[in-house]
């Protein structure tokens, strides 16, 4: 599974951006490490609308409306979070979830248990949700767990949603820096998400599209 690249390249375009000239540099025009990280983190804190408001935004009514329509309890709020490039790229067709972002959990231990059996670079074990899209539209979508690894040898973890994630970016025009919330419910226990796309207005609160 090629995954690594894809990863690699939002790191290589965080990286873009901070050469400066400075006559006398002895970095040939580059930052000291130092600073190029605490430029990179800024950066990537002021790219997209704030990552956890406190209070967390509640779920839009329309769509509370919609899953209790379908029978859905236990709302939950999994992430929010910025698209970035890949997440829109149609050459990578997928919806990266960092668990390290993860607000809660959101898979029960036999779920968890499912996807982790599979984790290895010749096949992945993948779940078949149901998605509700901004538009309100359901379709499933396969969910999956990705184990990546870095160029220093390290590895992250991340829940992907794959298979027909082109097609909801295209359906909802969703665009690299927007912000999004992934919302998960049950339906007879059965795992279910909600994708809202969401704006910041000038009180700090949230409001979606």
């Not at 379709?139 to 990705?146: A, P, Q």
Request: contains cysteine; aromatic residues 8%.
């Amino acid at each position: 599974m090629d995954v690594v690249d894809g990863e690699m390249k939002i790191e290589k375009e965080y990286d873009q951006g901070f050469r400066v000239e400075h006559e006398g540099d002895d970095h040939q025009g580059r930052l000291p490490e130092s600073s190029k990280i605490k430029k990179k983190k800024q950066k990537m804190a002021t790219r997209c609308d704030q990552q956890y408001p406190t209070p967390p935004p509640d779920l839009p009514i329309k769509f509370r409306k919609r899953i209790r329509a379908l029978g859905g309890s236990d709302i939950a709020l999994i992430i929010q979070k910025c698209l970035f490039k890949t997440d829109v790229s149609s050459g990578h067709n997928r919806l990266s979830i960092p668990l390290n972002q993860i607000r809660q959990t959101f898979l029960t231990p036999q779920e968890t248990e499912f996807l982790n059996s599979g984790n290895n670079e010749k096949k992945c074990s993948e779940m078949e949700v149901m998605l509700t899209e901004p538009s309100l539209r359901r379709d499933t979508i396969s969910l999956k767990k990705w184990e990546m690894k870095k160029a220093s040898g390290s590895a992250t973890s991340m829940y992907v949603l794959v298979g027909k994630w082109n097609s909801v970016a295209l359906r909802n025009a969703l665009r690299e820096d927007e912000t999004v919330q992934l919302w998960s419910f049950r339906i007879n226990s059965k795992l279910g998400l909600a994708l809202v796309k969401r704006r910041a207005k000038s009180n700090g609160y949230f409001i979606e599209f």
